[in-house]
């Protein structure tokens, strides 16, 4: 019973601490507890309360020092703001409205950046016994009003009472009530969420202090009350964040806009996954007769004929980017005017002297946001009514190191913490899985990514971040930087030449016009890449009619030329044909009285799904890696001809280098960011050559579309032998990386030792075979790795019988004669570190296969054995024929690798390591 009980008082105390303390962000970070925040602020209400309390005052007392605005609410404030009254009138209280909160000021790192959106909420305001509840209503489960059902949804799921604020008055004559708004944005339950993120974003303990916090603007207009509030934090411990004077204290100014949600003639517009929207979706519990319970609408703006939507260019865009800013955004007016809304987008300039901020929930605007260190290029959140997926507003965020970054400026794969210094928080170490993630595509090279990763499980921002772009920055850095570099090495271009500006302007058109495609509802299309041939991309009369690739909804790498071909537009001059598609599905005007009136017009419109520049493939189609045409950075409707370009390119951009030396006075440090961002380029493109071995197309069609056909459709064989020749020519062999001694003792890092600048304290010298051997390593335990073996077993299964299949017997056999050539030709010679590098590793991966450390095909452990034991007998013939020839560096690795194998084919097999789990029994 003792233990009972010490076990129910652990789980309540549990429960107190992690459930019971009211939250609202929609930001939808994980529970923590708010204790920080309320020890700050809450002496500050309670003394309030107490003296109030003592002579309690009327409705007229209490604003009588205040001036009155009228608005959405009527506004009682004080001077210098101290207090804000709002009084509620009995036809507002459970009525819906939207919360929407936006960061005015930042610390210009950790996501904390001016005009970053924080999140929506929609709230009622109602009147339970002397107080004011602040509620989230539950929207995540309907019913027809009406339905006796609606009693059960009522009980059976709960509100969110965000605040309870006190009544300070109630008027006599309008029975309006009348509460202290200064409550609801400086009180202890935190409405804007940031002490329940902070942690993630800074990996730093901050509180809010009461006497640097205070609320600086409140403007009430009829439809909307705008109010900012300044909060002022300490704490972080030791902490560094080297954006700030001293990592102590700092201030994070909020805006939050408050107006009902609108009651107009928008129609909520239904889905269809084979176009790709964000969605807004609830259960619906009204109608039985579905198999799928669930109601999906797209997120879309209220567009009408004659009433644009309308963009502002934020007054701090540079003057030289603003017309390619206003083309991002008009591009999209193509879209709408086939879609029967001509001139359906708008745009216009902020003055310098506007009287408006850009937070305003009245203006979706165009920014340019600083930032120490950026973790996105740009990004375009919208905000929408939860109830019907309608867009209310939007603001789109490009940071202001984008220029400087797209010459040339980059963070590098390996090692990209070296020197730094600084700790990660939680979301910095996200991204940096998830984009490490995208290179290794599963591949296990280390259990520290893994731990990365399980700190992060289940944390709902992290989807969040990969569909609005924010984690893709370190990656824009690396594709855009090769565009600089190679028009720099290749071109003998200068940073400021023509051409050069040239790559800058079309790139932020491309940004922008990828942005506000977010902002219109938008989701990714990571198969839009594929639209043109290798040869049609550097066509400027294709590209400029047709368009480069079928969606700007991609992320495109920089389209470069191979050496000695006419080079093309760098990035994407208009809309592709899918984006046109999408807009008609989503802005068509349809002459219908209910969403559900309208399928029949958008099955027909959606049932073109099958043509093949409307291909949609989307983040989770790209995560699982299945289908090479779903994927970032590449481009063509053949990758793998392109690939094989971005090779040449990179061979010929060493070449160059390989012939360069700084200029009298320059440090040498630019050699060896300039050879690593041709090593990463090349890396990226090498990392997609695997895919295509046991690939498969997959598509999103529906029975009965036109020219539609099954979901999964297997590589062609020739297809998948082609990628392992490019394997072995472009990543295994030897011949593939040959730098002269001179170039690589020119790599020196830089040494500046200052705030924000921290120079390597390891690798002083640039380690090349450990690059190299990471390259190589990963290419083939993605070859090799559990998914692939189990895809390609299970191909044998999905290709007719009279159709070729690559088969597991001809992957190992491939790999291992393109990594052991010289010993299974019989022609050897010696052998150099880094061929020996990657044999060691090619024993180990097969070791771990035939000794069951990893879950494979049983068929794929024989397989190891087979071919391990082949390799034994062909390092016995080659030591007995040419052993005495050999140097002792090959001699010893030989013999060593040959006793390694004769091991591991006399170890014991242990079938309990790779044998799944069973599943629980009933109880």
Same mark, same amino acid.
């Given at each position: 019973?003792?233990?009972?009980?010490?076990?129910? &008082?652990?789980?309540?105390?549990?429960?107190?601490?992690?459930?019971?303390?009211?939250?609202?962000?929609?930001?939808?970070?994980?529970?923590?507890?708010?204790?920080?925040?309320?020890?700050?602020?809450?002496?500050?209400?309670?003394?309030?309360?107490?003296?109030?309390?003592?002579?309690?005052?009327?409705?007229?007392?209490?604003?009588?020092?205040?001036?009155?605005?009228?608005? %959405?609410?009527?506004?009682?404030?004080?001077?210098?703001?101290?207090?804000?009254?709002?009084?509620?009138?009995?036809? =507002?209280?459970? *009525?819906?409205?939207? &919360?929407?909160?936006?960061?005015?000021?930042?610390?210009?790192?950790?996501?904390?950046?001016?005009?970053? #959106?924080?999140? $929506?909420?929609?709230?009622?305001?109602?009147?339970?016994?002397?107080?004011?509840?602040?509620?989230?209503?539950?929207?995540?489960?309907?019913?027809?009003?009406?339905?006796?059902?609606?009693?059960?949804?009522?009980?059976?799921?709960?509100?969110?009472?965000?605040?309870?604020?006190?009544?300070?008055?109630?008027?006599?004559?309008?029975?309006?009530?009348?509460?202290?708004?200064?409550?609801?944005?400086?009180?202890?339950?935190?409405?804007?969420?940031?002490?329940?993120?902070? @942690?993630?974003?800074?990996?730093?303990?901050?509180?809010?202090?009461?006497?640097?916090?205070?609320?600086?603007?409140?403007?009430?207009?009829?439809?909307?009350?705008? /109010?900012?509030?300044?909060?002022?934090?300490?704490?972080?411990?030791?902490?560094?964040?080297?954006?700030?004077?001293?990592?102590?204290?700092?201030?994070?100014?909020?805006?939050?806009?408050?107006?009902?949600?609108?009651?107009?003639?928008?129609?909520?517009?239904?889905?269809?996954?084979? %176009?790709?929207?964000?969605?807004?979706?609830?259960?619906?519990?009204?109608?039985?007769?579905?198999?799928?319970?669930?109601?999906?609408?797209?997120?879309?703006?209220?567009?009408?004929?004659?009433? #644009?939507?309308?963009?502002? /260019?934020?007054?701090?865009?540079?003057?030289?980017? *603003?017309? !390619?800013?206003?083309?991002?955004?008009?591009?999209? +007016?193509?879209?709408?005017?086939?879609?029967?809304?001509?001139?359906?987008?708008?745009?216009?300039?902020?003055?310098?002297?506007?009287?408006?901020?850009?937070?305003?929930?009245?203006?979706?605007?165009?920014?340019?946001?600083?930032?120490?260190?950026?973790?996105?290029?740009?990004?375009?959140?919208?905000?929408?009514? #939860?109830?019907?997926? $309608?867009?209310?507003?939007?603001?789109?965020?490009?940071?202001?190191?984008?220029?400087?970054?797209?010459?040339? =400026?980059?963070?590098?794969?390996?090692?990209?913490?070296?020197?730094?210094?600084?700790?990660?928080?939680?979301?910095?170490?996200?991204?940096?899985?998830?984009?490490?993630?995208?290179?290794?595509?599963?591949?296990?090279?280390?259990?520290?990514?893994?731990?990365?990763?399980?700190?992060?499980?289940?944390?709902?921002?992290?989807?969040?971040?990969?569909?609005?772009?924010?984690?893709?920055?370190?990656?824009?850095? *690396?594709?855009?930087?090769?565009?600089?570099?190679?028009?720099?090495?290749?071109?003998?271009?200068?940073?400021?030449?023509?051409?050069?500006?040239?790559?800058?302007?079309?790139?932020?058109?491309?940004?922008? !016009?990828?942005?506000?495609?977010?902002?219109?509802?938008?989701?990714?299309?990571?198969?839009?890449?594929?639209?043109?041939?290798?040869?049609?991309?550097? +066509? @400027?009369?294709?590209?400029?009619?047709?368009?480069?690739?079928?969606?700007?909804?991609?992320?495109?790498?920089?389209?470069?030329?191979?050496?000695?071909?006419?080079?093309?537009?760098?990035?994407?001059?208009?809309?592709?044909?899918?984006?046109?598609?999408?807009?008609?599905?989503?802005?068509?005007?349809?002459?219908?009285?209910?969403?559900?009136?309208?399928?029949?017009?958008?099955? =027909?419109?959606?049932?073109?799904?099958?043509?093949?520049?409307?291909?949609?493939?989307?983040?989770?189609?790209?995560?699982?890696?299945?289908?090479?045409?779903?994927?970032?950075?590449?481009?063509?409707?053949?990758?793998?001809?392109? !690939?094989?370009?971005?090779?040449?390119?990179?061979?010929?951009?060493?070449?160059?280098?390989?012939?360069?030396?700084?200029?009298?006075?320059?440090?040498?440090?630019?050699?060896?960011?300039?050879?690593?961002?041709?090593?990463?380029?090349?890396?990226?493109?090498?990392?997609?050559?695997?895919?295509?071995?046991?690939?498969?197309?997959?598509?999103?069609?529906?029975?009965?579309?036109?020219?539609?056909?099954?979901?999964?459709?297997?590589?062609?064989?020739?297809?998948?032998?082609?990628?392992?020749?490019?394997?072995?020519?472009?990543?295994?062999?030897?011949?593939?990386?040959?730098?002269?001694?001179?170039?690589?003792?020119?790599?020196?890092?830089?040494?500046?030792?200052?705030?924000?600048?921290?120079?390597?304290?390891?690798?002083?010298?640039?380690?090349?075979?450990?690059?190299?051997?990471?390259?190589?390593?990963?290419?083939?335990?993605?070859?090799?790795?559990?998914?692939?073996?189990?895809?390609?077993?299970?191909? $044998?299964?999905?290709?007719?019988?009279?159709?070729?299949?690559?088969?597991?017997?001809?992957?190992?056999?491939?790999?291992?004669?393109?990594?052991?050539?010289?010993?299974?030709?019989?022609? /050897?010679?010696?052998?150099?570190?880094?061929?020996?590098?990657?044999?060691?590793?090619?024993?180990?991966?097969?070791?771990?296969?035939?000794?069951? =450390?990893?879950?494979?095909?049983?068929?794929?452990?024989?397989?190891?054995?087979?071919?391990?034991?082949?390799?034994?007998?062909?390092? +016995?013939?080659?030591?007995?024929?040419?052993? *005495?020839?050999?140097?002792?560096?090959?001699?010893?690795?030989?013999?060593?690798?040959?006793?390694?194998?004769?091991?591991?084919?006399?170890?014991?097999?242990?079938?309990?390591?790779?044998?799944?789990?069973?599943?629980?029994?009933?109880?």
């Amino acid at each position: 019973m003792k233990r009972l009980y010490r076990i129910a &008082c652990l789980i309540l105390g549990f429960l107190a601490v992690t459930i019971l303390p009211s939250w609202g962000n929609v930001v939808d970070l994980p529970v923590t507890p708010r204790v920080q925040v309320a020890q700050t602020l809450e002496y500050r209400v309670k003394a309030e309360e107490s003296e109030e309390a003592k002579s309690p005052k009327s409705f007229d007392e209490l604003i009588a020092e205040t001036q009155k605005e009228d608005g %959405v609410f009527t506004l009682y404030k004080t001077e210098n703001n101290e207090k804000l009254y709002l009084e509620i009138a009995p036809e =507002q209280l459970n *009525r819906n409205f939207l &919360c929407v909160m936006t960061l005015s000021s930042g610390i210009g790192e950790g996501f904390l950046l001016n005009g970053m #959106p924080i999140g $929506e909420i929609l709230f009622q305001l109602r009147h339970v016994q002397d107080r004011v509840q602040f509620v989230v209503p539950q929207t995540n489960f309907r019913t027809d009003p009406g339905d006796p059902l609606a009693r059960s949804l009522q009980e059976g799921f709960s509100d969110s009472v965000l605040y309870s604020l006190k009544i300070e008055s109630i008027h006599p004559e309008r029975k309006s009530l009348l509460i202290n708004a200064t409550n609801l944005v400086m009180g202890e339950e935190d409405l804007s969420g940031l002490s329940t993120f902070l @942690p993630y974003l800074l990996n730093g303990a901050y509180s809010v202090s009461p006497d640097s916090s205070y609320i600086t603007e409140a403007e009430n207009f009829p439809e909307n009350l705008e /109010i900012e509030a300044l909060y002022g934090f300490r704490g972080g411990g030791f902490m560094s964040l080297p954006s700030l004077p001293d990592s102590r204290a700092f201030n994070l100014a909020v805006h939050y806009s408050f107006s009902p949600l609108p009651t107009g003639n928008y129609r909520p517009r239904l889905a269809d996954e084979r %176009v790709g929207y964000f969605l807004t979706a609830y259960k619906d519990f009204g109608n039985s007769d579905r198999r799928d319970p669930f109601v999906r609408y797209i997120n879309r703006w209220n567009i009408q004929p004659g009433k #644009p939507l309308v963009f502002w /260019i934020e007054n701090t865009i540079p003057l030289e980017y *603003r017309d !390619a800013v206003k083309e991002g955004i008009l591009m999209w +007016n193509e879209a709408f005017a086939q879609a029967g809304l001509p001139q359906a987008i708008e745009v216009r300039q902020m003055p310098d002297d506007a009287d408006w901020t850009p937070a305003d929930i009245r203006y979706n605007v165009v920014r340019w946001s600083s930032s120490f260190e950026p973790m996105f290029y740009g990004i375009g959140p919208s905000r929408t009514n #939860p109830l019907t997926g $309608e867009i209310l507003d939007a603001d789109i965020l490009i940071d202001a190191n984008v220029v400087r970054l797209i010459k040339g =400026q980059y963070q590098t794969l390996v090692n990209p913490d070296a020197g730094g210094g600084q700790q990660q928080s939680l979301l910095q170490t996200f991204c940096q899985a998830t984009l490490e993630n995208s290179y290794l595509r599963g591949v296990d090279l280390s259990d520290e990514l893994e731990a990365k990763k399980d700190r992060l499980s289940g944390f709902p921002l992290a989807q969040s971040l990969l569909d609005r772009d924010v984690c893709f920055a370190n990656e824009f850095n *690396r594709q855009l930087a090769i565009g600089a570099t190679s028009l720099s090495l290749v071109q003998n271009v200068l940073p400021s030449s023509p051409e050069m500006e040239n790559y800058v302007q079309q790139f932020i058109r491309f940004l922008v !016009a990828h942005e506000v495609g977010h902002t219109l509802g938008l989701r990714h299309n990571f198969h839009g890449s594929t639209l043109l041939s290798p040869e049609e991309l550097q +066509n @400027p009369e294709i590209t400029r009619t047709l368009g480069m690739v079928g969606s700007v909804m991609d992320y495109v790498s920089p389209n470069l030329a191979p050496p000695g071909k006419p080079q093309g537009d760098y990035f994407p001059m208009k809309l592709g044909p899918y984006d046109v598609w999408a807009i008609e599905y989503g802005y068509k005007p349809l002459n219908a009285i209910s969403p559900e009136a309208e399928l029949r017009e958008l099955r =027909q419109i959606a049932q073109r799904a099958a043509e093949p520049e409307l291909a949609y493939g989307t983040d989770e189609d790209f995560i699982s890696g299945l289908d090479p045409a779903v994927n970032i950075f590449d481009l063509s409707s053949d990758p793998l001809t392109y !690939a094989q370009w971005q090779f040449e390119n990179a061979q010929a951009m060493w070449s160059r280098l390989n012939r360069r030396s700084p200029a009298p006075g320059e440090s040498f440090s630019e050699m060896r960011e300039l050879f690593d961002t041709v090593f990463i380029y090349y890396f990226r493109n090498a990392m997609n050559l695997p895919l295509y071995v046991g690939g498969q197309s997959f598509n999103r069609h529906y029975a009965g579309d036109p020219n539609g056909g099954l979901p999964f459709q297997p590589l062609s064989v020739e297809k998948q032998r082609a990628a392992l020749a490019a394997i072995n020519e472009y990543v295994f062999s030897a011949e593939a990386f040959e730098f002269s001694p001179n170039l690589l003792n020119q790599l020196a890092p830089s040494r500046w030792s200052h705030w924000g600048a921290f120079p390597d304290l390891f690798e002083l010298d640039y380690p090349i075979s450990d690059r190299l051997l990471l390259l190589q390593k990963v290419v083939l335990r993605s070859l090799l790795s559990p998914t692939r073996l189990s895809r390609l077993q299970d191909l $044998e299964l999905k290709t007719d019988a009279t159709e070729e299949v690559l088969r597991l017997p001809e992957l190992f056999a491939t790999v291992q004669e393109s990594i052991w050539t010289e010993v299974i030709d019989g022609d /050897i010679a010696n052998l150099s570190s880094i061929r020996r590098a990657l044999q060691r590793e090619y024993v180990s991966v097969l070791s771990n296969i035939s000794l069951r =450390q990893v879950r494979v095909p049983e068929d794929a452990v024989t397989l190891a054995w087979y071919n391990l034991r082949e390799l034994e007998d062909q390092i +016995n013939h080659t030591l007995r024929r040419r052993g *005495r020839g050999l140097d002792t560096y090959t001699k010893a690795h030989l013999e060593k690798t040959r006793d390694r194998i004769a091991k591991v084919l006399d170890a014991p097999l242990e079938s309990k390591s790779i044998e799944k789990e069973s599943p629980p029994k009933a109880q």
